[in-house]
C-alpha cells in the first residue's frame, strides 16, 4: 500500500511538552480504532484504542480522540519523556470486514531531554 | 496470559539461500496469525494471514510462502532469498472472530548479502 514506500513524518518536542500525533483515515465504515507504538528495533505494542461509538478515551498519560465527521484520530500524550521516543501507528478496522487491520504510514517521536 | 515468539532475533543470510522463519503464540487457541514485512524507516506490509490450520492467505506476490501446520505455529520461508527480501519481520496474532487488536511479536531482522 501507499503507506508503506513512503518515509516516516517526523514530529520533535521538547520533554514534559503535551504531543499530539494525526492520523486520518478513509473508510466511513470503520468502526474500532487503535493506537501501536513501535520502539526501535522492537514490534509494535498496543497502547489504546476506541470504538465510534465514542468521541474520546483516555488511558496513562495519553488520550485517543476521534472525530468521525472528517475521518480523523489523534494520539495526545500528555507531558512527553525521552521514553516515548517512538513510531506511532494508527490502526482501523470495520464491522463486517475482513480480519485485517489497515495501518497508517506511522509518525516518528523525538522527545529532547 | 498470551505471549508471542519469534527466532531468530536476526539472521544474515547469502543470497539464494533458503529461508525459514518460525513465531510461536501460547496462551490462546484458534488465533488469527499474520506476517508483516517492514522496510528501515517505512510502514507495515502485510505478507500473509491465516485463520486456521492450513489457510494462508497471500496479499502481495513475492519470493516468499507461508505455512501453518500446527494452530499456534506460522512460519515464513523462502527457497531461494533475494537481496531485497531484507527487511524487519513481524508476526502478529489476534482473536479469531475479527481482527482488531494485533498483537505483535518482537521480530526478525534478515539481512541478505
Known amino acids: 500500500g501507499e503507506s508503506v514506500g513512503l518515509h516516516l513524518p517526523t514530529l520533535s518536542v521538547q520533554e514534559g511538552d503535551n504531543s499530539i500525533i494525526n492520523c486520518a483515515y478513509s473508510?466511513?465504515?470503520?468502526?474500532?480504532f487503535i493506537w501501536y507504538k513501535q520502539e526501535s528495533g522492537k514490534g509494535p505494542q498496543f497502547i489504546i484504542d476506541i470504538r465510534s461509538n465514542m468521541d474520546k478515551r483516555q488511558g496513562q498519560r495519553v488520550t485517543v480522540l476521534l472525530n468521525k465527521t472528517v475521518k480523523h484520530l489523534s494520539l495526545q500524550i500528555a507531558a512527553t519523556q525521552p521514553g516515548d521516543s517512538a513510531v506511532y501507528f494508527c490502526a482501523e478496522t470495520s464491522a463486517g470486514g475482513s480480519y485485517i487491520p489497515t495501518f497508517g504510514r506511522g509518525t516518528s517521536l523525538i522527545v529532547h531531554p | 496470559s498470551q505471549t508471542i515468539h519469534q527466532w531468530p532475533a536476526t539472521l544474515v543470510q547469502p543470497v539464494g539461500s533458503p529461508l525459514s522463519l518460525e513465531c510461536t503464540v501460547e496462551g490462546t487457541s484458534n488465533p488469527n496469525l499474520y506476517w508483516y514485512r517492514q522496510a528501515a524507516g517505512r510502514g507495515l506490509q502485510l505478507l500473509f494471514y491465516s485463520v486456521g490450520i492450513g489457510q494462508i492467505s497471500s496479499e502481495v506476490p513475492q519470493n516468499l510462502s507461508a505455512s501453518r501446520p500446527q494452530d499456534r505455529q506460522f512460519i515464513l520461508s523462502s527457497k531461494k532469498l533475494l537481496l531485497s527480501d531484507s527487511g524487519f519481520y513481524l508476526c502478529?496474532?489476534?482473536?479469531?472472530?475479527?481482527?482488531?487488536?494485533?498483537?505483535f511479536g518482537p521480530g526478525t531482522r534478515l539481512l541478505v548479502l
Open positions: 502478529a496474532w489476534s482473536e479469531l472472530r475479527r481482527g482488531e487488536t494485533q498483537y
Open positions: 473508510n466511513s465504515a470503520s468502526d474500532y
